[in-house]
């Protein structure tokens, strides 16, 4: 797809200023909301501004995070061509685009990031009466904090992060966010390259908050990383489950649905919860405001949405979803998280002018 990338105007500091003006409070994001709702209108209407069912579709997802047949089985029902790329974080989805990415129709960002691509016009409002299996969705995701209304997504996986670790090769481990510090599995460990997860272990480590914008915590926090990072092999988000499997990496920080897609090939892999608590994430579909192929991306979140769609991705990625009749159908689906559980895992929030903060500290981890 890299053809449909031209230079862009909005660089990651505009972006990161004109979320912090919008303020993003509650009653602005209502507004949001409310102006989506009114734009969305009838179903008819709707159809009638969105036009005709288009041949092509350009989905931009994280990888490992589709049915293998997802996208065949909707190619041969609705006759539309997709292409499809992934990325490995949200600031990778975020660079992208704000590099002036053109062409892409559906995205798949996580809840934090929703609040900061709604201030700058990144999203389409949803057109509702287009999306009759929206009524699926599992209450506990409806009218979300990141999302009023569901204006502007619709809400397809969670998760929390954990340790993935070989039980065959470390006997002995802490269920903690502490042993990304112990050097007895130096060269043998990895954590996410991922800001939000390197930065928010370490924070939840010292008991704070994964969301701290408080410059001692951070500092902090920040010193706490790049002590352990000598006892890591590299920082490393999906891919790394080949090496779990393979031996090369005996311990990982790694969301639970990777975790779970690893131990099904290599049984001696294990996952343990950290004992201080993690961050729990909700990733949703959107479609961009400049999607080219609007409709056609309306008509594959209905697809995505139906009861034994939803239950074929969810069995493939090993996550949960939240989709409540795609979880019927599933012969293992993941819990929602009881109130005992909720109390030790925090949503991961949009920091605002603060991004740029974490954003250099994250470059100091990764230059030490």
Known sequence: MTDRVRPGTLTRREFVRRTAECGLAASAAGALAACARREAGGGAAAAGRLGPLEKELNVYNWSDYIAPDTVAGFEREFSVRVAYDTYESNEELLAKLQSGARGYDVVVPSSYLIPAMQATELLMPLHRDLLPNFANIEPTFIDPPWDPGNAHTVPYHWGFTGIAYRRDRVREIAASQAVWSDARWRGKMTMMDDVREVLGSMLIWRGRSPNSVDPLELREARDDAV????????????????????????????????????????????????????????????????????????????????????????????????????????????????????????????????TEAWDRIWTEIKSA
Do not use: C
């Open 227 to 354: 002590r352990a990072k000598p006892n890591l092999r590299a920082y490393k988000s999906a891919p790394v489950k080949a090496d779990l499997i393979a031996g090369d990496v005996w311990v990982a920080q790694l969301w639970n649905g990777d975790a779970t897609q690893a131990m099904v090939e290599q049984p001696a892999i294990a996952f343990a919860f950290p004992r201080e608590g993690s961050q729990i994430w909700a990733d949703t579909l959107a479609v961009l405001t400049d999607a080219p192929h609007p409709r056609a991306a309306h008509e594959f979140l209905n697809y995505v949405l139906r009861p034994e769609v939803g239950a074929a991705i969810a069995d493939a990625t090993g996550y949960g979803t939240a989709n409540r009749a795609a979880a019927a159908r599933q012969a293992h689906p993941i819990p929602y998280p009881s109130a005992d559980e909720m109390r030790h895992l925090e949503y991961q929030r949009d920091l605002g002018a603060d």
